[in-house]
């Protein structure tokens, strides 16, 4: 048990706390043992789990991407400590910009597509972008992206595609009237990717799968 650690989310996976870390407040992602699994292969797989979600975050990180700092990785533990980022989710946001100007709008899809422009170019698959996994940092105003808990690394139009659907799938369900917002963001995001011309087309086709899919039921 991590000493002063307050239990912030008890997910499926992992439980997440926050807990004094040397002189800051850090998030510790614990994931804990699956007792149907086999115990050895249950804690390989599950360390496996760990490593993958602390290089992807490391990874957008060092390409440019505000993230978490990753502080320490407690392999026997299975848990991730990272910096807390003191801020607004873009859940949040959305629900209060009523009153925002359009240059505050702006600033902020264009927060939006280039930081997702520089994570796929770094070929870093979110895996579970959701307007609840983007912060913005109340320090400085800069979008920080979070949770890579179902991340992965891919350079396939496909995967970066199925990343951006998910996304819009968000914006679309608990945002209404939000889709000028998530082609404003499509369109910063093609024009700070030069790959990018492959994966929205391949977004075209995965919408169409979606809209197949949702209609055979
Ligand atoms: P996760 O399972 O990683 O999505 O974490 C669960 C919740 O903890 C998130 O929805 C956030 O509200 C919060 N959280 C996770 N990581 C951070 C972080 N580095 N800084 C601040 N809050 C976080």
Redesign the pocket.
């Known amino acids: 048990m991590i000493e002063n650690a307050v239990l912030?989310?008890q997910?499926a996976e992992?439980r997440?706390y926050t807990a004094p870390f040397l002189t800051r407040t850090a998030?510790i992602?614990e994931r804990f043992p699956k007792t149907y699994r086999h115990p050895i292969l249950d804690n390989k797989l599950t360390t496996r789990r760990v490593t993958q979600e602390a290089r992807c975050l490391f990874k957008c990180y060092r390409s440019g991407v505000d993230t978490?700092v990753l502080y320490f990785v407690d392999i026997e533990n299975n848990a991730i400590y990272?910096?807390?980022?003191k801020g607004k989710?873009l859940k949040d946001l959305i629900s209060e910009m009523g009153e925002w100007s359009s240059s505050k709008y702006e600033e902020l899809t264009t927060k939006i597509g280039v930081a997702l422009a520089k994570m796929h170019s770094a070929d870093v698959i979110h895996g579970d972008l959701t307007t609840?996994?983007l912060?913005l940092r109340e320090s400085n105003n800069s979008l920080v992206v979070?949770?890579f808990?179902l991340s992965y690394i891919s350079s396939l139009p496909e995967d970066k595609a199925v990343d951006l659907y998910v996304l819009e799938k968000t914006f679309l369900s608990t945002h209404p009237n939000s889709e000028s917002m998530f082609t404003s963001i499509l369109d910063i995001y093609k024009n700070n990717y030069k790959a990018s011309k492959d994966i929205l087309s391949k977004l075209a086709e995965v919408r169409l799968r979606g809209r197949k899919r949702s209609m055979v039921g």
């Open positions: 912030i989310k997910g992992a997440v998030i992602k978490p990272m910096e807390f980022v989710t609840s996994n912060l979070i949770d808990g």
